[in-house]
């Protein structure tokens, strides 16, 4: 099973353009144990090395992030407030940069770590191989992974493109189970133009500053994250 999550890694990074819309549902627990299920959709543009584009639109928030190899802005529309930080020249720096200084983790940022030194492949405890299923019309292989206070499955395509089509996580350590689920729909043969990851900030826009870790936790992060 490692084997094929190494597989799936590999072809990631052989992508150097893509355009990726997911679907997602967050379970969140109330202090009576209810928990409640919220449905959003992301859409990723992305483009090897240095350009990211993020719009995370949820029942709770939306927020826009752009990535141009040189700066990294955070937007919120509904509210008309911006924040943007010099940034490092790759999208990989910039995952790292991004959690370590200000606390912020990009929903399902896997995706740009599998395949690289960074996925933490040995925090895996067991794998087991479900079997084939359909995921929007494509054939698929089901894993399940566990970690330590983490239960993941992923969905993985079949054939000469390995890409990932589902994922769901399910956090453990907490009784009542919450779960995240993502199910992916991917475009790499679009054109990205270079444009989708500028941005311009609109009329009515105010800027802020981002604040540190030592200061606050970001509240554009979700989920999406199982390594």
């Not at 826009?205 to 979700?222: G, M, P, Q």
Request: proline share 6%; hydrophobic share 40%; with cysteine.
């Amino acid at each position: 099973m490692l084997d094929e999550l190494n597989k799936m890694g590999a072809y990631l990074r052989t992508l150097n353009m893509f355009t990726l819309q997911v679907d997602t549902t967050l379970d969140e627990v109330l202090l009576s144990g209810q928990k409640l299920q919220f449905g959003g959709k992301l859409t990723y543009k992305y483009r090897k090395p240095n350009g990211l584009f993020l719009n995370l639109d949820t029942d709770r928030q939306q927020r826009q992030f752009f990535f141009d190899g040189k700066t990294f802005t955070l937007y919120s529309p509904r509210l008309h407030f911006y924040a943007s930080t010099p940034a490092p020249a790759t999208v990989k720096e910039l995952l790292s940069d991004l959690k370590n200084k200000f606390g912020i983790e990009l929903p399902i940022s896997d995706l740009f770590l599998w395949g690289t030194d960074a996925a933490n492949v040995s925090a895996i405890k067991s794998a087991i191989a479900v079997g084939p299923a359909r995921i929007n019309g494509a054939v698929c292989e089901h894993f399940a992974f566990r970690q330590e206070g983490v239960d993941w499955q992923l969905w993985v395509r079949q054939g000469d493109k390995p890409l990932p089509c589902r994922l769901v996580i399910t956090t453990t350590d907490d009784d009542a189970k919450p779960q995240y689920a993502a199910t992916f729909t991917w475009d790499a043969s679009t054109p990205v133009p270079e444009s989708a990851f500028s941005f311009t900030a609109p009329k009515d826009a105010h800027r802020i500053r981002f604040a540190t870790t030592d200061a606050t936790a970001d509240t554009a992060k979700e989920p999406g994250h199982v390594q």
